[in-house]
T-cell receptor, first 118, second 112 residues
Framework: GAVVSQHPSWVICKSGTSVKIECRSL??????MFWYRQFPKQSLMLMAT?????????EQGVEKDKFLINHASLTLSTLTVTSAHPEDSSFYIC??????????????FGPGTRLTVL | GESVGLHLPTLSVQEGDNSIINCAYS??????FIWYKQESGKGPQFIID?????DKRQGQRVTVLLNKTVKHLSLQIAATQPGDSAVYFC???????????FGAGTRLFVKA
């Protein structure tokens, strides 16, 4: 089946630095990808919808200047956490929908990236 | 506000028993629902889905029931196995896009 990868799988950084997380669809093209954040023992919270060739759409309460999203190609979306602070430590997960998919269940999730900000 | 939530945060069952995980949703306009399984440190894994024009759908060892009257969704797992131990999320996908909104989650423990 379709595979979505994320890189890195985990990252530790110092407070105030920026961290970039990549989300790739390995065997399909995806005009639309999604970024989620998940704190321990909590659910996935949708952060933004990443659109290839246009600006990302952010959910209410998510700072677009802090969480920069770039969807530069049909197989790659990146999330950059700028000036990271300890409260940004979380599990970041992306998902992607294959272009041309007519069925709702064609959404594939990446394995997640664990971010720890010291 | 709109939400997709769960009645039980944890569920412990004996191996071989059936498991039932419940979910309530508040947006009557939602037209598609999905159950996901998430193991520790991994992304969600699709289990089964159901459209709003259906009230039941069966898969391999799993059944999803949808009661639109009371806005209730359930996941039934038959003959629960230790490998079923995970956190289960219900989610809704809304018309106009593939954006998925997740519920709170239930952790399932399977006792051997």
């Amino acid at each position: 089946g379709a595979v979505v990868s994320q890189h890195p799988s985990w990252v530790i950084c110092k407070s105030g630095t920026s961290v970039k997380i990549e989300c790739r669809s390995l065997d399909f093209q995806a005009t639309t990808m999604f970024w989620y954040r998940q704190f321990p023992k909590q659910s996935l919270m949708l952060m933004a919808t990443s659109n290839e060739g246009s600006k990302a759409t952010y959910e209410q309460g998510v700072e677009k200047d802090k969480f920069l999203i770039n969807h530069a190609s049909l197989t790659l979306s990146t999330l950059t956490v700028t000036s990271a602070h300890p409260e940004d430590s979380s599990f970041y997960i992306c998902s992607a929908n294959p272009d041309g998919s007519g069925t709702y269940n064609e959404q594939f999730f990446g394995p997640g990236t664990r971010l720890t900000v010291l | 506000g709109e939400s997709v939530g769960l009645h039980l945060p944890t569920l412990s069952v004996q191996e071989g028993d059936n498991s039932i995980i419940n979910c309530a949703y508040s947006n009557s306009a939602s037209d598609y629902f999905i159950w996901y399984k998430q193991e520790s440190g991994k992304g969600p894994q699709f289990i089964i889905d159901i459209r709003s024009n259906m009230d039941k759908r069966q898969g391999q060892r799993v059944t999803v029931l949808l009661n639109k009257t009371v806005k209730h969704l359930s996941l039934q797992i038959a003959a629960t196995q230790p490998g079923d131990s995970a956190v289960y999320f219900c989610a809704e996908m809304r018309t106009g896009g593939f954006k998925t909104i997740f519920g709170a989650g239930t952790r399932l423990f399977v006792k051997a």
